[in-house]
């Protein structure tokens, strides 16, 4: 039976793949400007022709030249560097919010979707309110709450991302806890928690990961 579910999780895996992969000429221009967004960000000390902090303020607020092919900025600081180095700051800083949220968000949607009852309530019933407020407002209010830097920048992101991972596992789990495996994994007597990150938990990642690609363009917006 393992080895059943195990087939049928690699299998949607393999199809989500090549459904995206064959979706025509759009889908790969968009996957090659990800990788190569991806590799900037990582290469970014290797590509920029400029440190992005070093200032030069007899060259301030220059043009585009073959020295700064985007000008610089008010304090003569090369745009163009500054463009690559960001790139490498929005993607951690999304990157790692997609991770706080997904971690605690696919939690919370385990336990309330294989519960359910007073749990699943007050789960979704917090989702909800969090989702009345407009994304930016929530991000702005807690990140001025916490403070400045990449972590409080973060840990904003992250939280406003949470009910989205909530809702979605919410769904799956509904659906997927009323299959004959996981029936048979009860008569069987196993424990509640190899049934969650077993049986269950394996066969939302398909869907999870896609939420997660999603939410890392929303994160790098905010």
Do not use: W
């Not at 000390?45 to 440190?51: E, F, G, R, T």
């Amino acid at each position: 039976m393992d080895e059943l579910r195990k087939n049928k999780t690699s299998a949607k895996l393999k199809n989500s793949i090549q459904v995206f992969l064959g979706r025509g000429l759009l889908s790969r221009i968009c996957l090659v400007i990800l990788i190569l967004f991806v590799m900037i960000a990582i290469f970014a000390p290797y590509i920029s022709p400029y440190h992005p902090n070093i200032q030069n303020l007899r060259n301030r607020l220059a043009p585009f030249s073959s020295e700064h092919p985007l000008g610089t900025d008010h304090l003569g600081r090369d745009m163009l560097s500054r463009i690559i180095y960001g790139a490498r700051v929005s993607l951690q800083s999304s990157l790692l919010a997609g991770l706080f949220a997904a971690a605690i968000g696919i939690l919370l949607g385990l336990l309330s979707g294989y519960y359910g009852g007073l749990l699943s309530t007050v789960i979704l019933r917090l989702s909800d309110a969090h989702l009345s407020i407009p994304g930016h407002v929530f991000t702005l209010s807690v990140a001025a709450v916490m403070g400045g830097g990449l972590h409080s920048i973060v840990i904003a992101i992250g939280l406003g991302m949470i009910p989205t991972y909530v809702r979605m596992m919410n769904g799956l789990v509904l659906s997927c806890k009323e299959n004959d495996y996981i029936t048979a994994s009860l008569l069987t007597g196993e424990s509640n928690l190899k049934i969650l990150f077993k049986h269950l938990l394996p066969n939302c990642f398909p869907s999870l990961i896609v939420l997660f690609t999603m939410n890392l363009g929303n994160g790098i917006m905010m």
